[in-house]
């Protein structure tokens, strides 16, 4: 199973679109949490000109920095992106 954290924020149409379609994929399974970025002001600070932006949680509980995945991406292909990008630990 891949662990996912997104850092997104209320109303904003990127974020809400990459988290549509990470709850849709099947496989590979993953876990996502959603951070809101408004609710702590270190994520606020780090994240408030770049959300969405995912990390993969490691076994090592480690979060490991995904590149940002093009909004135009289908379910299919995020799917296989995420099959690229993340780590099979």
Do not use: N
Not at 7 to 26: A, D, F, P, R
Not at 57 to 75: F, G, I, K, M, Q
């Amino acid at each position: 199973m891949i662990q996912l954290i997104l850092y997104s924020k209320t109303g904003c149409h990127l974020c809400e679109g990459l988290q549509e379609k990470l709850e849709q994929i099947q496989e590979p399974a993953l876990r996502l949490e959603i951070r809101d970025i408004t609710t702590q002001d270190a994520w606020f600070q780090a994240y408030q000109y770049e959300v969405p932006v995912l990390y993969e949680v490691l076994a090592d509980t480690t979060e490991r920095h995904l590149p940002r995945p093009s909004p135009r991406l289908s379910v299919q292909q995020l799917q296989k992106f995420l099959a690229k990008s993340c780590t099979t630990e």
